[in-house]
């Protein structure tokens, strides 16, 4: 015998309850399961775009260190400019303090310029000339001490065959060049009288310093010994020393020689030895002559 029909009806509606509850449950879950799926699917995204994030990364972290190594290099080169920046400053202040050292002197010059008067300038130039003139007079008197002195000694005595007692004029050419004068008629002993004469006028002064150095210059192409012609050569050498100290300009204003003048009296000169330079009396050149003293000395 069954249950009665109530019963059934009761189980009956149970069944269907807990069907229903199942359905619900079912749905649930295939819910679930399609949001569980969503989220695996989100998650493999997501894990894409965490390795594509982790590539940008390292990437980013290569740039980085590129970036760091320019920003030292940069800091470096800023660095340099600093110090060159220093260092033209430090020689630009250095300019000025000598720009304005420089100002200061030359006020200063300016000052003194306009204190000055021609008097004083012609004063201060007058003892410099003096001074000079002092000098040169002082060395050429112990030149002329020197050459007396050597032509006293008899082992220094020149031998020349024919005395050149012609006078020593002021000219330019015989006050820069050397006669040399050859004749076998007269004695020595008259050249030995006629060449005391000569020291003896010269060691008292009775020549002008021009006259003085053609008086050197006639004498060494007069000598006639080895020893002779050393003394007189260092003699003749001292004597154009002397002389190449003076000023041309002054020698000219006090021969009151303009320039046209002498070069027309160089001209002439230089003709003189043209024309006699085959005879047995001609004009030695000075530059001639310098060579000679330098190969002798």
Do not use: C
């Not at 007189?232 to 003048?261: M, Y």
Request: glycine share 2%; hydrophobic share 35%; proline share 3%.
């Amino acid at each position: 015998m069954g249950p009665p029909d109530t019963e059934w009806l009761l189980w009956a509606k149970r069944l269907h309850i807990e069907h229903f509850s199942l359905l619900q449950r079912l749905t649930a879950i295939e819910e679930s399961a399609k949001q569980t799926q969503e989220l695996v699917q989100e998650n493999k995204e997501a894990l894409d775009q965490i390795k594509a994030l982790t590539k940008t990364i390292s990437a980013l972290k290569e740039s980085n260190l590129d970036l760091e190594k320019d920003i030292v290099v940069l800091k470096r080169t800023a660095q340099r400019a600093q110090d060159e920046l220093k260092h033209v400053n430090s020689e630009y202040q250095k300019s000025l303090t000598e720009l304005d050292a420089t100002n200061r002197r030359v006020l200063r010059l300016e000052t003194a310029i306009d204190r000055i008067t021609p008097d004083q300038i012609w004063e201060d130039l007058k003892r410099q000339l003096l001074d000079q003139n002092d000098r040169l007079m002082q060395r050429v008197n112990w030149w002329r001490s020197e050459a007396a002195a050597a032509h006293e000694r008899p082992e220094n005595r020149i031998l020349s065959r024919k005395p050149n007692r012609r006078p020593v004029s002021k000219s330019l050419s015989q006050a820069t060049t050397a006669t040399v004068t050859v004749d076998t008629n007269d004695t020595e002993a008259r050249a030995e009288d006629s060449m005391q004469e000569e020291v003896r006028g010269v060691s008292q002064g009775q020549l002008t310093l021009e006259e003085y150095f053609a008086y050197g210059m006639d004498l060494m192409g007069r000598a006639r010994t080895i020893d002779e012609g050393k003394a007189v050569r260092a003699f003749v050498a001292g004597i154009r020393d002397e002389v190449s100290r003076i000023p041309l300009e002054k020698v000219l204003n006090e021969k009151a020689w303009t320039w046209e003048e002498t070069t027309a009296e160089m001209e002439r000169v230089i003709a003189h030895r043209q024309k006699n330079k085959r005879s047995k009396r001609y004009i030695v050149p000075p530059e001639e002559m310098e060579a000679y003293m330098k190969m002798a000395l």
